[in-house]
């Protein structure tokens, strides 16, 4: 089947909510960062691509029929090479706004997901490690604490995509434009309910705060089992 539309743009620019119209539109299901750590195989080939090896995209994307959002648009040029035919959509947003987007969510997953837990389940560690080498390393060089480079990256990124990508290919999108560029660009209709909404940042600071309660579960072992030998003394 391959992919149809292709997102080129940067995690936290509307990507779940762009999912979600999309998959509203008829293109389901979308991929996204959400739908990896559901399938073990998805954070091996997403860790292995990160990697630099090569990997079959047909696989990887098999039954999907959109996909937007980290990882994948970490690979947006390759892939629109490989599904000639799809259009690309680059999400976009103001770029203060993103970065401040970024270092309240996604950012504080890894330094706060917890040792014990990634040492128990491989596959934490595994997607971890994936979104580290991916998002961290080689889409935002490793510098993301460093706020001025970091975006610098994320306007080279959008200036990159309208280079690379003919413009009859390409909607240059923000999640306020709402329906009417979005279905005038793949050529559908306009559905009678709103654009979808949907607050992604609420929801990651939430696993933040878990993440973080998480890391107080050795410790409370402890303390209960140090307790109980206590009173049996």
């Not at 073990?40 to 959109?66: P, T, Y």
């Not at 970065?99 to 560690?125: A, D, G, H, M």
């Not at 998480?214 to 402890?222: R, S, Y």
Request: negative net charge.
């Amino acid at each position: 089947m391959g992919l149809k539309v292709i997102g080129a743009g940067f995690g936290r620019t509307g990507t779940l909510s762009l999912k979600t119209a999309l998959e509203q539109l008829g293109y389901s299901p979308c991929h996204h960062m959400s739908e990896v750590p559901k399938d073990f195989s998805q954070i091996d080939l997403f860790l292995r691509a990160a990697n630099g090896e090569k990997v079959n995209w047909d696989v990887v994307f098999h039954g999907f029929e959109a996909a937007v959002d980290w990882p994948a648009a970490a690979y947006y040029e390759e892939l629109a090479n490989e599904y000639p035919d799809a259009k690309i959509i680059l999400g976009v947003r103001d770029p203060e706004a993103w970065y401040e987007s970024v270092k309240t969510t996604i950012f504080l997953i890894p330094s706060n997901f917890p040792r014990w837990l990634r040492k128990l389940v491989p596959s934490s560690n595994k997607f971890i490690e994936m979104i580290g080498k991916t998002v961290w390393e080689n889409e935002l060089n490793g510098r993301f604490e460093d706020k001025e480079q970091t975006i610098e990256v994320f306007l080279e990124r959008i200036e990159t995509v309208k280079e690379k990508i003919p413009s009859e290919r390409l909607l240059v999108h923000r999640a306020t434009d709402g329906w009417d560029p979005l279905c005038q660009f793949l050529n559908v209709p306009v559905p009678e309910q709103n654009y979808p909404w949907v607050n992604e940042g609420r929801q990651i600071r939430r696993i933040v705060q878990i993440l973080k309660l998480l890391n107080w579960v050795p410790a409370a072992f402890f303390l209960s089992g140090l307790a109980f030998l206590l009173y049996l003394v």
